[in-house]
T-cell receptor
Framework: GQNIDQPTEMTATEGAIVQINCTYQ??????LFWYQQHAGEAPTFLSY????GLEEKGRFSSFLSRSKGYSYLLLKELQMKDSASYLC???????????FGTGTRLKVLA | GAGVSQTPSNKVTEKGKYVELRCDPI?????LYWYRQSLGQGPEFLIY????????DSGLPNDRFFAVRPEGSVSTLKIQRTERGDSAVYLC?????????????FGPGTRLTVL
């Protein structure tokens, strides 16, 4: 099966950089995804990694190491609107569903 | 363009009742997914459709749960004899195809409360 671990909560200051880690245990996968979810709203797609390395998209970057079963989401120049839950998900081999972690609730303080 | 829509946004029912939750995917998306999310948890996979057929229903918790997508577009999740433990937000997502590079886009969800 798949086991995905993320920190439950993190706090950071406006303008700072924060790194949200995700570790997973799976025999293989088709991709790792990061979603942002504001309270009471739908998850929205942030990034997708399938190969090792860093994917950069504006203020957000995501890193993957398949050999270590590890990913992180890096958020730069934090803004108050970045306060949300950040969900890490993997797509197991042979299927198209996503297995989500419990999410990391990020609070950005002024 | 329009995103994934779900109706109703909220549903309150009594234990033992039957409920139907509807999902309208993004136009042209062939893959449709149902998840449910409990408070403080990530979404939990229930079932997904490729076209009209359920390609993977391994996440349905028991036979009280059933979903259909008769014309390959709108889908309905049906829950019989609801129990208090069914209370959650039911999320629907769609993707253009089932290629792994195709992003799943989520709807706003239906909050189901079973009293």
């Amino acid at each position: 099966g798949q086991n995905i671990d993320q920190p439950t909560e993190m706090t950071a200051t406006e303008g700072a950089i924060v790194q949200i880690n995700c570790t997973y245990q799976t025999s293989g996968f088709n991709g790792l995804f990061w979603y942002q979810q504001h309270a009471g709203e739908a998850p929205t797609f942030l990034s997708y990694n399938v190969l090792d390395g860093l994917e950069e998209k504006g203020r957000f970057s995501s890193f993957l190491s398949r050999s270590k079963g590890y990913s992180y989401l890096l958020l730069k120049e934090l803004q108050m609107k970045d306060s949300a839950s950040y969900l890490c998900a993997v797509s197991p081999p042979g299927t198209y569903k996503y297995i989500f972690g419990t999410g990391t609730r990020l609070k950005v303080l002024a | 363009g329009a995103g994934v829509s779900q109706t109703p946004s909220n549903k309150v029912t009594e234990k033992g009742k039957y409920v139907e939750l509807r999902c309208d995917p993004i136009s042209g998306h062939t893959a449709l997914y149902w998840y449910r999310q409990s408070l403080g948890q990530g979404p939990e996979f229930l079932i997904y459709f490729q076209g009209t057929g359920a390609a993977d229903d391994s996440g349905l918790p028991n036979d009280r749960f059933f979903a259909v997508r008769p014309e390959g577009s709108v889908s309905t999740l049906k829950i019989q004899r609801t129990e208090r433990g069914d209370s959650a937000v039911y999320l629907c997502a769609s993707s253009l195809t089932t290629r792994h590079t195709d992003t799943q886009y989520f709807g706003p969800g239906t909050r189901l409360t079973v009293l």
